[in-house]
């Protein structure tokens, strides 16, 4: 029997600096306050990575992990770090699935905008890429919270229009074109925009909610 390979999660995030992360939701947040929600954002997506326990744990940033900026954030030493270099978001996911991929690993491709991305849904697509080429788990926007390789293939990340709502469909599309075996998962909520608010854990909102205050 062949053996299944160990899967890496990478996380793509900003730093979370005020006017550089959740810049669209600043008319309802502030500057700072939607600084504030992407270092929440982070934390919790990085806690529930490592309460996977599905392989290493990397953070892919911007700017790069050497700046100073991330000396400020309380992450663990588990996690190991990359930059995510330049490009668009394609060219920047390229990069890090090519060389996890090219390593002997699997991937699950994921960012800090779903909270109700958990832990169980992490361990679900790694199970799945025992048996799968792919996985993706679509967001109500018309995006993904994650997206699970075996394989590589530069298509899936060229020439798709991103922060847009077809990113989902033309992905599925190009799997299927690629004849590869797909999981997916039903829709999850992410925060991108001032109405997503609301999909934010219960217990977050009145944070959210002192930020709106302070913002006005």
Request: with cysteine.
């Amino acid at each position: 029997m062949k053996p299944v390979p160990p899967t890496r999660i990478v996380i793509f995030t900003k730093a979370p600096l005020p006017g550089f992360a959740k810049t669209r939701l600043i008319p309802a947040l502030g500057a700072q306050g939607a600084a504030d929600l992407a270092q929440r954002l982070l934390l919790h997506t990085l806690h529930k990575a490592l309460a996977a326990n599905v392989g290493p744990v990397e953070l892919c940033v911007t700017p790069s992990a050497a700046d100073p900026v991330w000396q400020r954030i309380p992450i663990t030493d588990a996690v190991q770090w990359s930059d995510q270099g330049a490009g668009d978001l394609g060219e920047k996911m390229a990069r890090a699935a090519q060389r996890v991929l090219t390593s002997g690993e699997s991937v699950l491709l994921i960012g800090t905008d779903c909270p109700q991305l958990s832990s169980d849904h992490l361990r679900q697509a790694a199970a799945a890429l025992q048996r799968t080429d792919a996985a993706l788990f679509p967001t109500f926007d018309g995006g993904y919270a994650l997206l699970g390789l075996n394989r590589f293939h530069p298509c899936l990340f060229t020439g798709i229009a991103w922060s847009t709502n077809s990113v989902a469909f033309e992905t599925l599309c190009r799997l299927g074109q690629l004849g590869w075996a797909v999981h997916s998962q039903p829709m999850l909520h992410d925060i991108d925009e001032p109405a997503d608010l609301q999909w934010l854990p219960k217990a977050w909102l009145k944070a959210v909610q002192d930020s709106i205050c302070r913002s006005g």
